[in-house]
């Protein structure tokens, strides 16, 4: 989607391994989500930022760290890939108006955990 | 926080027929609760959202309706198309605080069958 993109689009990746995975925006929206989304789960949230280098847990966030050091980019990072990360990951973006609030989602990243 | 309990999980119907999904949340200081559909292999986008001032919001063939005091809000879609066939989310936002980050429900998968 305009605005925001997500990289890789896959990723195959073993047990154990470092894996990063990164959100670009052009908004300029102040806040930026990462979800994942498994079947019977919906979206959960792993982690969120509201701010350069001001970020937040979310509900499944154990195995995950973040990191936001330009407003425009959100970095997910899996310190050592576990198979139950295999998933399919979105970044989303909002803003602090009432005519940003809606959310702007990336196109996702299929990742799996052999 | 927040809870947002979405059903039905499935909902088949034949084209032409209407839709509901319904979905009811827990804090009384959500005031914004947007619906998003997802196609296949792509990232979820706002359909239609309505807030806690207003009772019913149409926008052509799709429509939400938002009770306060039962803390419950639907998605009708009439007049069904194959097209319409997606995963639908339903979620629930506040102004400030912990309730500012989204919170989703599980999703609706709806099949329209030709």
């Known amino acids: 989607d305009a605005g925001i993109t997500q990289s890789p689009r896959h990723k195959v990746t073993e047990t154990g391994t470092p894996v990063t995975l990164r959100c670009h925006q052009t908004?300029?929206?102040?806040?930026m989500y990462w979800y994942r989304q498994d079947p019977g789960h919906g979206l959960r949230l792993i982690h969120y930022?509201?701010?350069?280098?001001?970020?937040d847990k979310g509900e499944v966030s154990d195995g995950y760290s973040v990191s936001r050091s330009k407003t425009e980019d959100f970095l997910l990072t899996l310190e050592s890939a576990t198979s139950s990360q295999t998933s399919v990951y979105f970044c989303?973006?909002?803003?602090?108006?009432?005519?940003?609030?809606?959310?702007?989602f990336g196109s996702g990243t299929q990742l799996s955990v052999l | 926080g927040e809870n947002v309990e979405q059903h039905p999980s499935t909902l088949s119907v034949q084209e032409g027929d209407s839709a509901v999904i319904k979905c009811t949340y827990s804090?009384?200081?959500?005031?914004?609760f947007p619906w998003y559909k997802q196609e296949l292999g792509k990232g979820p986008q706002l359909i239609i959202d309505i807030r806690s001032n207003v009772g019913e919001k149409k926008d052509q063939r799709i429509a939400v309706t938002l009770n306060k005091t039962a803390k419950h809000f639907s998605l009708h879609i009439t007049e069904t198309q194959p097209e319409d066939s997606a995963v639908y989310f339903c979620a629930a936002k506040g102004a400030s605080g912990g309730s500012y980050i989204p919170t989703f429900g599980r999703g609706t998968s709806l099949i329209v069958h030709p």
């Open positions: 989303a973006i909002s803003g602090s108006g009432r005519e940003d609030e809606k959310l702007l």
């Open positions: 804090d009384s200081a959500s005031n914004y």
């Open positions: 930022s509201y701010g350069v280098k001001d970020t």
């Open positions: 908004e300029n929206h102040r806040y």
